[in-house]
Nanobody
């Protein structure tokens, strides 16, 4: 059973940076696509960043050039989302999610709907004040 646990959310002012972490456990597949989704009140859940099994990343236009995904190669089960220049509109619950196994490219996984992700974390809240 694969499990995902997010951490690192908080309340910050606009313009600062925040790093979210996603720790995965119980993996049995080598090929995994790992995504960060977010959901603001009254809005649909949207994918903002994805890393595929080759380590390639793709980003939603709303966060491109501000957010960056990374993978800790010394700990194969940890993924990070560095969020720079945060804006009030980035306020949302952030979730990490995985497609496992996954043979998609990062762009394909970014475009995949939420219900194609078969493993989800519980979420971590990010609130950005103006």
């Amino acid at each position: 059973q694969v499990g995902l646990v997010e951490s690192g959310g908080g309340v910050v002012q606009a313009g600062v940076s925040l790093r979210l972490s996603c720790t995965a456990s119980g993996y049995i597949y080598a090929a995994v696509c790992m995504a960060w989704f977010r959901q603001a009140p009254g809005k649909e859940r949207e994918s903002v960043a994805v890393i595929d099994s080759d380590g390639n990343a793709a980003y939603a236009d709303s966060v491109k050039d501000r957010f960056a995904l990374s993978h800790d190669n010394t700990q194969n089960t940890r993924y990070y989302l560095l969020m720079n220049s945060l804006r009030p509109e980035d306020t949302a619950m952030y979730y990490c999610a995985a497609i496992a196994p996954c043979l998609r490219t990062a762009d394909q996984a970014l475009a995949a709907p939420a219900d194609e992700y078969n493993v989800w974390g519980q979420g971590t809240q990010v609130t950005v004040s103006s």
